[in-house]
């Protein structure tokens, strides 16, 4: 009782956060808010774990490919037997308490330090961060997991406990192959944090060495084993060479120009203007800048800049989806280690304030009014359109439980993470061997163009090998025997 009258603050904190994320992330997929990429293959990849199968991604493309070489995810297989209970919310769950315990770490850092008003701000920042808001309404991933599991790591370190500090290195290094060259630059930025200690030296500089050796032995090897092309598709850095070898020698040779890349529209989309711009402001907004006093935090966030700012999609570059969540831990643990040195209590205060209110603005900024385009139902929790949709949402759960859970199904992107937990599951316009098919004209038409889209179900609803079974806001068709 001692030890809950403690923590009372923290408790109540991280569950009002708790509850926030879930309600993001539970009404987005009970509104048919979640997609075929990526909680569909995700949950399908975990299904088929949970008995015993090789998860695959024959649900997005034509040929069989194991599902690991795409990005080599061990979390899925260690997640899957929670499938039988959970459902098709498995990993949404997974991905909210993680989160929730990734501010439990925050504040275990803090606390270990003398200053005891620190470590309940801290973990109020990281809360409030924005990159959690987008994750939590961009469907699931597991550098989300393995971002929220990078506190405790810090905690390990510090307290040089060698085992725990082992066991969540290797959980954070199988979340998915680019969190291990993430991991290399965590440890280099921990070696100067610890410059000073030789035991911990020999350590961090034992887990930067086996996270880069991971990064190449995976991304060389072990992907291109699992991939039908024999190769790594996760290089897409055009404007830096064909792999990693012709971008290290770009970014040494041309650093001008490099960094140029970090702040253009370098592959001259009309939609990627002021992109990286946005993203550069928002995160100043939210104290990195404070990070030039710690600059090994900067370090650490090295990889992160040039994983999105360098990529060909210009999604990746932006304030959305689950692509800034690597920041939340090194900006949370670094901006208040640098308040925390703050000599004077009413300085110590005054940042704090400041900081809170400027990530609480930047995070609001993100879901109200940005230049990159986001699909703002998803994310604004305070409006009531965040609960409603434009079709009786408990009609069409009700049409897709009539679909018999072993039969072979192509669905339309919206409805694939709810019929996911079967063997043969496609997305649309994907049909392969499919017994039914299941769409709505009022949901979007990706991946096809609407015009596609109302040629290729006006072709199957005329087709003599399929008949309509439900005509309402969903639409199944079954084949005909």
């Not at 080599?72 to 990993?91: A, E, K, Q, R």
């Not at 304030?319 to 920041?327: K, L, P, R, T, V």
């Amino acid at each position: 009782m001692g030890s809950i009258k403690k923590y009372k603050y923290l408790l109540i904190i991280a569950l009002f956060f708790t509850v926030l994320y879930t309600l993001i992330s539970f009404i987005n997929h009970y509104h048919f808010r979640t997609f075929a990429l990526d909680l569909g293959l995700y949950t399908n990849a975990s299904f088929k774990y949970a008995h015993f199968q090789m998860a695959d991604s024959a649900m997005i493309k034509e040929y069989f490919e194991p599902i690991l070489g795409g990005h080599f995810d061990l979390y899925l297989l260690f997640i899957s037997p929670f499938t039988y209970v959970f459902g098709t919310y498995t990993l949404l769950l997974f991905q909210i308490i993680a989160l929730s315990f990734g501010g439990f770490g925050i504040y275990r850092y803090f606390n270990l330090f003398e200053n005891k008003t620190i470590p309940i701000y801290a973990t109020l920042y990281y809360y409030l961060f924005f990159g959690i808001y987008a994750a939590v309404a961009s469907d699931y991933h597991s550098i989300v997991v393995a971002s929220s599991l990078i506190p405790w790591f810090f905690v390990s370190v510090k307290q040089n406990r060698k085992w725990s500090t082992w066991v969540l290195f290797f959980l954070i290094l199988v979340a998915q192959e680019n969190i291990a060259l993430w991991m290399c630059f965590i440890c280099i930025g921990l070696l100067i944090e610890y410059r000073k200690e030789k035991e911990k030296i020999v350590l961090l500089s034992f887990l930067s060495v086996i996270s880069l050796v991971y990064f190449l032995l995976v991304i060389h090897v072990v992907i291109p084993y699992f991939s039908a092309l024999n190769e790594y598709g996760g290089f897409q850095y055009s404007s830096l060479g064909n792999n990693l070898f012709e971008a290290l020698t770009t970014i040494v040779t041309s650093p001008l120009q490099s960094i140029k890349i970090l702040f253009t529209n370098h592959v001259n989309s009309p939609h990627g203007d002021f992109v990286k711009t946005e993203t550069h402001l928002i995160l100043m907004i939210s104290g990195l800048f404070l990070l030039i006093k710690k600059p090994h935090f900067l370090i650490m966030l090295i990889p992160i800049y040039f994983e999105k700012f360098f990529h060909d999609n210009i999604s990746m570059w932006g304030i959305g989806n689950q692509y800034n969540i690597q920041f939340a831990p090194i900006l949370a643990i670094g901006i208040f280690s640098v308040i925390s040195e703050f000599k004077t209590v009413y300085g110590r205060k005054a940042m704090i304030t400041i900081i809170l209110f400027m990530v609480t603005g930047a995070t609001i900024r993100t879901m109200d009014n940005t230049t990159t385009y986001t699909d703002k139902t998803r994310i604004r929790f305070y409006k009531s359109s965040h609960y409603q949709k434009d079709y009786n949402v408990k009609n069409a759960h009700n049409a897709l439980k009539l679909i018999p859970k072993n039969a072979k199904v192509s669905a339309q992107s919206p409805f694939v993470p709810h019929l996911c937990l079967r063997d043969r599951i496609y997305q649309f316009p994907l049909i392969k061997d499919a017994d039914y098919i299941v769409y709505s004209r009022k949901e979007d038409s990706y991946p096809l163009s609407l015009k596609e889209f109302d040629l290729k179900i006006e072709e199957l609803e005329h087709s003599l090998d399929w008949k309509t079974v439900i005509n309402s806001d969903v639409i199944i068709l079954k084949r005909r025997e």
